[in-house]
């Protein structure tokens, strides 16, 4: 059975978009469960809404693995992906609210969205441009796994920094 990336790296999208929405509620869905905290949104903060991006994109990597292991360089193409991603939702979002000085809700999400696609787009480039060359996958998935403990360290042990405060109740992370 042929394997297309193309079509792989589509439900990638579609798994990163419908389950960092559905993040996004499933903390106060379920009560504000302290042990759902580290893969949800617990708040309104810029690094609350990355974590949305990461998690399923980090897990559709790791089911995707499975499908592709002769793909040595899938490893260093996800980290390159879920870097993009990350960086472009504080990008676009404090440059939206640095030029029209507020962020409604709705651009918010395209933003999530915006960022999700362009990863997943850069993905597919590199995959198909056959001129990826990964020496150390290894490292590369170590670092998306040290990228999931800063997630789960930084819900409960948050830096008082404005990347991680809550634009609307201005608190920090999560508290136990």
Excluded at 59 to 66: E, P
Excluded at 114 to 131: K, L, V
Aim: charged content about 15%.
């Amino acid at each position: 059975m042929k394997r297309s990336i193309g079509l792989w790296q589509l439900m990638g999208f579609a798994v990163t978009s419908l389950g960092g929405t559905v993040l996004h509620f499933l903390y106060d869905w379920l009560g504000k469960a302290v042990w759902i905290a580290p893969f949800s949104g617990v708040n309104e903060s810029t690094w609350e809404h990355m974590k949305l991006l990461f998690w399923p994109m980090f897990i559709f990597a790791a089911v995707q693995s499975f499908f592709f292991k002769e793909r040595k360089e899938l490893w260093c193409v996800k980290l390159q992906g879920v870097l993009l991603g990350l960086g472009l939702i504080p990008a676009l979002f404090y440059a939206y609210n640095g030029i029209i000085g507020s962020s409604p809700d709705w651009i918010n999400v395209v933003i999530f969205f915006i960022s999700a696609a362009i990863a997943y787009i850069y993905e597919t480039c590199r995959f198909n441009s056959g001129a990826v060359v990964c020496k150390h996958p290894r490292l590369a998935f170590y670092l998306l796994c040290a990228i999931a403990v800063l997630f789960v360290v930084f819900t409960f042990r948050t830096p008082e920094i404005g990347i991680f405060k809550d634009p609307i109740t201005e608190t920090y992370g999560v508290s136990v």
